[in-house]
């Protein structure tokens, strides 16, 4: 039976990079090694990193614009300490807008004064602040352009004369955007770019070397840089699942045709969503990501039904988080429209059964 | 034509494990899903986290004797940092026999003093210092059991009240030691334990909340142990294919049966490197590694003639670092002793041939 995996991350990778990450396990290019066995520094693992480097650029519109791209461990939680480490003086702004923002905004707070520009926890974080003021003597300002876990997405971002910090975990490569817009990005692999263990960052050389204080060199993205993001041995495989991952987005027609793709199965859920009187979604319509779809039950004596119809389907991952509950649909690039025509099938099954 | 892999890391796993490893990636457990896809909060991957820390414990004997192990991001550099971010208060000793321990003393000195107890810098790094004292007033005593690029191992630890940190990133899991002597031990897993990108560490919880910075989240040990080794996303893959290969050591005899094999192995190449006029060894025979062998050719003339015999041969990844020169072989637990016999052949054939 096909699954259709709603899983938020570590979620749905394209079924043909599967196939080729399992074959590169058994002998990577007929070399009659393992992709996992040879030196990350041998011809053919330094080939993977430097285009799955070149590549993420590419896809962003990025390559020749004073930009350089890292494929570095620790996820987003290590980039929360990263970017205050290298480049918070005195003073950043940041934006709250959901449990990673937050725990961004933690870590910084070790390392100078953070200036909440707008929080959304009033309401939950169910939607995106605007209209906020960003203090003209900041070193950066920090943003999170998708929240996995509450279901909103920023759809515009501000302008400014300090360099801008993105948390893009969840939602990059899934969307066209002015990238050039931003200073840093950072994103964790495991949603729309690859398997757990590697994270992207891309950042403006310039932006580096403002601050006073010895960074430890695994912290310090200079000594990353220099050593072309093998200053010691990185994630070898996920590093190459990612390149096979940005490949079949670049062979799939790119960003603009994986926004298409998300856009249109983004809309299919939210008009049922929104036309079936069984569910609410949870975030403000205008801020909703195209990402993670958030929505409950109106009705919680249905949870029962509708889990054994989204199971029967052979649906999982569907379980929102805990701080949201009800449900949650994460609509990654490799998530094929069928899934969701299968989802939206079983919230009409559940109406048709009440 | 089969490989014989004496890469030094990334290096060598059990065939068995790759196989199982791909397998995993195309339908893991039956479930229909990748081990890729699947949420690291899911039950299943929840299941792979807690046997892989808790059979880590098991092979190294320190099942309830007040340790706990952590599969972390950022390799053994990310520990050089962490330990001392941790442990370091004011003093701290460490014990420079090569690149790795020079590294891990350059972080240190970020965080308090560094007494480097001995070094055996002094003749490129080919012996391992012996009595040598460690002040008593010190917060730690840190060392490094296995050299892998000049091929020196320490074959007895220093007794000390302070806690022992070991950096056994080469070669755990390969030799019975009493590992209840050591307060903490880290090893990136890409040797004996499984692929590059993640980190185990044992830790007695008993040396931690000593000192007095703040620590940030995702370098505090304590948060890791409170979230069991899952405060963020980890590497679930390697974490999978560390635990694989972990039940090969365990089904194969455990850390003694390993042992053994290690020691004829070792035995057979050096005893050549001895006999063989052509060949002389780098490291102090006494301080000699089991894990990786270090050699020279007695005249460099010969170097293009071998280098096309074990080429021919199969054998991958033999030249020597650049530190060192000449060649190394790396015999980690899975490398057969049919490829250190293929080995000799061709030092016997270039014997011959001259």
């Known amino acids: 039976m096909k699954k259709h995996n709603y899983s938020a991350g570590p979620c749905i990778l394209p079924q043909e990079v599967f196939k080729e990450a399992a074959q590169g396990i058994l002998n990577y290019q007929d070399s009659g090694l393992s992709i996992m066995e040879i030196s990350h520094r041998s011809a053919a693992f330094v080939d993977v990193m430097e285009e799955a480097r070149s590549l993420s650029l590419d896809l962003l519109g990025l390559q020749d614009k004073g930009y350089k791209a890292l494929f570095l461990q620790g996820g987003a939680s290590m980039q929360f300490l990263m970017t205050a480490y290298n480049l918070l003086n005195k003073k950043a702004a940041y934006l709250n807008t959901g449990t990673w923002s937050t725990k961004a905004i933690k870590e910084a707070k070790l390392f100078g004064e953070v200036f909440e520009v707008a929080s959304s926890k009033d309401k939950n974080f169910n939607y995106i602040p605007k209209n906020y003021q960003i203090p003209s003597d900041v070193d950066y300002f920090h943003c999170t352009s998708n929240n996995t876990i509450f279901g909103t997405q920023i759809k515009d971002f501000p302008q400014m004369d300090a360099?801008?910090?993105?948390?893009?975990?969840?939602?990059?490569?899934?969307?066209?955007?002015?990238?050039?817009?931003?200073?840093?990005?950072?994103?964790?692999?495991?949603?729309?770019?690859?398997?757990?263990?590697?994270?992207?960052?891309?950042?403006k050389e310039d932006i580096l070397g403002k601050v006073e204080r010895e960074i430890p060199s695994m912290l310090n993205y200079k000594v990353h840089l220099e050593k072309d993001s093998m200053f010691n041995t990185p994630a070898v495989y996920a590093v190459y699942v990612s390149l096979l991952t940005l490949k079949w987005i670049k062979n799939n027609g790119g960003i603009a045709a994986m926004e298409k793709r998300n856009n249109e199965k983004a809309d299919l859920l939210y008009k049922e969503i929104d036309r079936n009187p069984l569910f609410k979604g949870f975030a403000e319509v205008e801020d909703r990501s195209v990402m993670n779809a958030t929505f409950n039950l109106t009705d919680e004596s249905k949870k029962e039904a509708f889990d054994k119809l989204w199971k029967d389907?052979?649906?999982?991952?569907?379980?929102?988080?805990?701080?949201?509950?009800?449900?949650?649909?994460?609509?990654?690039?490799?998530?094929?429209i069928e899934s969701v025509k299968v989802l939206v099938e079983t919230m009409r099954q559940l109406e048709q059964q009440s």
């Not at 969840?170 to 931003?182: G, Q």
């Not at 950072?186 to 263990?197: L, T």
């Open 163 to 203: 360099p801008v910090v993105c948390d893009m975990s969840s939602d990059i490569f899934s969307r066209e955007l002015d990238f050039s817009k931003f200073d840093l990005i950072y994103a964790g692999a495991q949603k729309n770019m690859g398997p757990a263990g590697t994270t992207l960052v891309v950042l």
């Open 313 to 336: 389907a052979g649906i999982n991952g569907l379980n929102g988080h805990r701080s949201v509950g009800g449900y949650r649909a994460s609509m990654y690039n490799a998530l094929d």
